[in-house]
């Protein structure tokens, strides 16, 4: 999978003419590079996966953290995917799709089991599992941004990159304490 975006990301960018040789933007930024491409195309799947188990937990935990976690994060991730999706639209580079079949697999998303194992939760077990769920998965992405940051040369995309490393590790915090109390 990985080897496969590679060369799409390498393709895509050959043509559009964003290269990590550089160039820059008509507004005087650096053009994107590969890690940049790559962190959008990984990142709005791993947010798509995100939201769609928000849901879940919004729909059937009584926990008021829980729920207010699900909530604060599906919101930050859709505006975090519109302006990922915008990125990719202006490097002519297409947005990702659904296929939960490809998405599953790869670095840092969650398995059809560990999605299915969450729904058929219930109660406290739930609970208990969404958070450590979610914990995992948002550690990955932040793991994700912090590569953008350091490899990435596009202002927006750095900037979005530390944006996401700063919340989600907030998020991760507020879980831990939870957990620990």
């Known amino acids: 999978m990985r080897a496969r975006l590679l060369i799409i990301v390498l393709g895509l960018l050959a043509l559009t003419g964003c290269s990590s040789a550089g160039g820059t ?3 005087g930024e650096p053009a994107a590079n590969e890690a940049d491409a790559t962190f959008s195309l990984r990142m709005i799947p791993h947010h798509r996966q995100t939201i769609d188990i928000a849901k879940v937990a919004v729909e059937r935990s009584k926990d008021e953290f829980v729920v207010n976690v699900a909530d604060k994060i599906a919101t930050a991730e859709a505006g975090e995917i519109e302006q990922m999706s915008t990125y990719l639209r202006s490097w002519n580079i297409p947005i990702p799709g659904d296929d939960a079949a490809t998405t ?3 670095a840092g998303m969650m398995t059809a089991k560990d999605v299915e194992a ?3 939760a219930q109660g406290k077990q739930f609970d ?3 958070l450590a769920t979610l914990s995992r ?3 990955s992405g932040v793991d ?3 590569e953008a940051q350091a490899k990435g040369v596009h202002v927006g995309s750095k900037a979005l990159a530390g944006k996401i490393v700063v919340s ?3 998020v991760i915090d507020q879980i831990a304490a939870k957990k620990k109390a």
């Open 128 to 130: 208990d599992l969404f």
């Open 25 to 27: 933007t008509a507004a």
């Open 168 to 170: 989600q590790t907030e």
């Open 137 to 139: 998965h948002l550690r």
């Open 144 to 146: 994700m941004a912090k």
């Open 104 to 106: 599953h697999k790869m």
């Open 118 to 120: 969450l729904k058929a």
